[in-house]
């Protein structure tokens, strides 16, 4: 009797890059690193997301399957949408372009691989995909019809290669949607003003789209708030209301406004109400060249017309800082070396934290910074996180004259930047997890959320100063917040690891396993791999918890138990105590 074959329904999502022999014939090790970093940032992650499993890869695609079409269909979506953000400031011959087909259908099951039409269906859907588009069967489509609010087109019954019967193919619509027209703008000749020295954006009136000219209230108060929220960064120059207004109802040319307004980035939106429900779009323009480096859109309900401004402020204000930041960091690149000035210094020094490279050369840089201008709040702040980052990192603690530097760089900082959210925050944190000055430091932090609760730094630094406060509830609060405000921001990684201590404290070990286990995924310096041990030995995992001291100390062999109080610098003696007795049962040295 033969055995019998294990089948399901699943949904199918083939992926490939478009180009991608080309992409290798001109610089093999480029494209492999770019492919690897945009899997580890972006793929990964949103499938994990959204409930997805990698069933294998290729070298340049995969095969993913999925429990739900609705579920496929988002995650192809916000992969299509991040990378389309994250190619803004990418030459066109180096962008990574991914095609993207769905499928439902019925799989052979093998081992951990799949097999059958089903397979071979959405494997000839990507293949008639655009380069960052995304085509679907007409079954996928009657799955995900109404329940994802996406345009689609209709390309008609296809005959797809090794399959019996023609096929209707749809496309997903990723874009956005056009805005209404406008009056004209006269041409006239215009002097562009100069740029600022600090990054520069002017926020147009938001279309009304809703054919209703009563609910212009509430697209310019929506504009309105979020100037306000923009304007509490003050690493940012923001155009006045009053300026940004007079463009109101009008036909723009953004090349022209960012000439006459002096500045680099141009935010503009619709506001479209149907019903009770309002979609609400936005995208971030670079003037001088047209890019769009970032586009979303918000739907709610009109129940809270406050609230909601409230909550899509927050939203657009965080996800449109860190794009900002992302596009500086991209111009100073291609800075010449001999031009740089403190503020170019400064920038590239940031660049290398977010991009987890050097800490030593980081510090070089800001301390150039300081050289050129020694009154450079947020540079004096950076050169003392430095220091604090090379400890947590690598878990040894500082000799007395680095510890003495950064302490003071951090408390120079604080008395430099007083409204700055970002210099407190960072400053905060430092002077709590190197100067063990937990009252001063958490309200330092405190006042970073007051000056500027957009900021999904100063949440960070909040959850941190706050675990090490021993308020493990408001630490995982802290957290959260700073992911739903920053959801791509590398520093996200850390915050799982801070949450993974705080889950050990209120032992909800499980969850602490969890949280590590995905921070594990990008890192695996003394913090990440700490916070895992610690969760695993109380959870009954011996085994892993001792293969991960193994690795601990693979990657930090100087690393003891005895290190526990300048690496994990809680107020807390008995807290701390219950982290070194975790270690040591899970096997670290004393």
Request: proline share 4%; with cysteine; glycine share 8%.
């Amino acid at each position: 009797m033969s055995e019998r074959v294990e089948r399901r329904l699943v949904a199918l999502v083939a992926a490939d890059v478009a180009g991608y022999s080309r992409l290798m014939g001109r610089d093999e090790e480029r494209t492999l690193g770019d492919l690897k970093s945009v899997r580890q940032m972006l793929v990964d992650p949103t499938i994990a997301a959204c409930r997805g499993r990698i069933v294998k890869t290729t070298g340049d695609g995969m095969l993913v399957e999925f429990a739900s079409a609705v579920d496929a269909a988002r995650c192809a979506i916000e992969i299509q949408r991040g990378m389309t953000e994250r190619n803004v400031a990418v030459p066109p011959d180096r962008r990574i372009e991914f095609r993207i087909g769905i499928h439902v259908g019925d799989i052979i099951i093998d081992s951990d691989d799949i097999f059958g039409d089903g397979v071979n269906i959405a494997a000839r859907l990507e293949g008639m995909a655009d380069p960052g588009g995304i085509c679907i069967s007409d079954d996928a489509h009657r799955q995900i019809r109404g329940k994802v609010d996406i345009d689609f087109g209709d390309m008609g019954s296809q005959s797809l290669k090794n399959i019996a019967e023609p096929m209707r193919v749809w496309q997903i619509r990723v874009g956005g949607e056009s805005a209404p027209e406008r009056s004209a703008v006269p041409t006239v000749p215009v002097q562009p003003l100069p740029l600022p020295d600090r990054p520069s954006i002017a926020v147009l009136p938001f279309d009304n789209m809703s054919g209703d000219r009563e609910q212009d209230y509430f697209a310019d108060g929506m504009v309105e708030e979020i100037i306000t929220a923009l304007s509490r960064f003050k690493s940012l120059f923001v155009i006045a209301r009053n300026s940004s207004f007079a463009y109101k109802g009008k036909s723009v040319d953004i090349k022209r406004v960012g000439q006459e307004l002096g500045v680099r980035y141009v935010l503009e939106g619709s506001v479209r109400k149907a019903g009770n429900r309002v979609r609400i779009t936005g995208q971030l323009i670079e003037a001088a060249t047209g890019n769009h480096i970032w586009a979303d859109r918000f739907d709610g309900d009109l129940e809270d017309v406050f609230g909601l401004q409230d909550k899509v402020t927050s939203n657009v204000v965080g996800l449109i800082a860190p794009r900002l930041e992302q596009a500086e960091f991209e111009r100073v690149r291609q800075k010449p070396t001999d031009k740089l000035d403190s503020y170019d210094l400064y920038l590239r020094g940031m660049a290398l934290i977010h991009q987890r490279a050097s800490l030593a050369d980081a510090y070089k840089l800001f301390k150039h910074a300081i050289e050129l201008d020694p009154e450079f709040a947020a540079a004096h702040a950076m050169l003392a996180w430095t220091w604090m980052a090379r400890q947590a990192t690598t878990g040894s603690p500082l000799d007395g004259p680095e510890r003495f530097e950064a302490v003071k760089h951090a408390r120079l900082a604080s008395r430099l930047g007083e409204e700055d959210a970002f210099v407190q925050s960072t400053a905060g944190h430092v002077l709590t997890y190197l100067g063990h000055d937990y009252d001063l430091g958490s309200s330092m932090v405190e006042e970073a959320i007051t000056l500027n609760p957009n900021l999904g730094f100063a949440w960070y630094s909040r959850g941190w100063v706050s675990l090490m406060c021993g308020e493990t509830e408001r630490a995982i609060e802290s957290f959260d917040h700073m992911i739903r405000l920053s959801p791509l921001d590398p520093l996200r990684v850390s915050a799982w690891i801070g949450m993974a201590h705080a889950y050990f404290w209120l032992e909800r070990y499980e969850e602490g396993c969890k949280v590590a286990r995905r921070s594990l995924r990008f890192n695996s310096n003394a913090h990440s791999l700490g916070a895992f041990i610690i969760n695993a030995i109380r959870a009954g995992d011996a085994e892993e918890a001792r293969k991960a001291i193994a690795r601990l100390l693979r990657v930090h062999p100087g690393f003891r138990t005895s290190h526990i109080s300048e690496a994990f610098p809680v107020r807390d003696a008995a807290l701390r105590g219950e982290i070194g007795a975790a270690l040591r049962d899970a096997g670290l040295p004393e």
